[in-house]
């Protein structure tokens, strides 16, 4: 059986569900592989948190077991944090880099983040470049915004309206499935 590694912070983990197992995006696109027949394992390397620094220093235990399709959802924590945006996209390349070394015929697949102008300016448009950048440099399949048709839906998301409820979660499944799909086939 492959194995496809959802490698993120807390929007991976499916912080605050009552039931990340079964609730969060990774566990959901596990049942559309499940549903579809196709031999995948699903792993959420999800961490709440995390920000690309910390997904950099515990890739390599997530990377000792054969990873057939990577799935790298990082980078909001440290633009909250303040990290400059040309930081997060070394760094961010740093962890592609080491998932092609060791896995030369993985997959890739990059889940993009953005963040409103109005509250960055500058940083907010740099940050939002970041991601179909790394894509189309390393050939990576992409879904531009994870949280696409979530984000500021109040009735989609958590009391903290920054993570999504399972029903937010079904979107965002719906939304990465057909790009991950097309990296199976």
Same mark, same amino acid.
């Given at each position: 059986?492959?194995?496809?590694?959802?490698?993120?912070?807390?929007?991976?983990?499916?912080?605050?569900?009552?039931?990340?197992?079964?609730?969060?995006?990774?566990?959901?696109?596990?049942? *559309?592989?499940? &549903?579809?027949?196709? $031999?995948?394992?699903?792993?959420?390397? #999800?961490?709440?948190?995390?920000?690309?620094? =910390? +997904?950099?220093?515990?890739?390599?235990?997530?990377?000792?077991?054969?990873?057939?399709?990577?799935?790298?959802?990082?980078?909001?924590?440290?633009?909250?944090?303040?990290?400059?945006?040309?930081?997060?996209?070394?760094?961010?390349?740093?962890?592609?880099? *080491?998932?092609? &070394?060791?896995?030369? $015929?993985?997959?890739?697949?990059?889940? #993009?983040?953005?963040?409103?102008?109005?509250? =960055? +300016?500058?940083?907010?448009?740099?940050?939002?470049?970041?991601?179909?950048?790394?894509?189309?440099?390393?050939?990576?399949?992409?879904?531009?915004?994870?949280?696409?048709?979530?984000?500021?839906?109040?009735?989609?998301?958590?009391?903290?309206?920054?993570?999504?409820?399972?029903?937010?979660?079904?979107?965002?499944?719906?939304?990465?499935?057909?790009?991950?799909?097309?990296?199976?086939?």
């Amino acid at each position: 059986m492959k194995h496809i590694l959802f490698f993120g912070d807390s929007l991976t983990a499916g912080y605050g569900l009552a039931n990340a197992a079964t609730q969060s995006f990774p566990a959901l696109i596990g049942g *559309k592989i499940n &549903a579809a027949g196709l $031999q995948y394992r699903v792993s959420n390397a #999800g961490q709440s948190g995390d920000t690309t620094t =910390g +997904g950099l220093a515990r890739l390599d235990y997530w990377l000792s077991q054969p990873v057939d399709v990577f799935v790298l959802e990082l980078g909001i924590n440290d633009i909250r944090r303040g990290t400059p945006p040309n930081t997060i996209a070394q760094n961010l390349q740093a962890i592609i880099n *080491k998932v092609k &070394a060791k896995y030369p $015929q993985a997959k890739l697949v990059m889940l #993009g983040m953005e963040i409103p102008v109005f509250l =960055g +300016g500058d940083v907010a448009v740099q940050f939002s470049t970041i991601y179909p950048r790394l894509a189309n440099a390393n050939n990576m399949a992409l879904v531009p915004f994870l949280l696409q048709g979530v984000a500021g839906k109040k009735h989609l998301n958590l009391w903290d309206r920054l993570h999504p409820s399972a029903e937010g979660y079904k979107v965002v499944a719906e939304l990465v499935w057909p790009v991950l799909k097309s990296v199976l086939v």
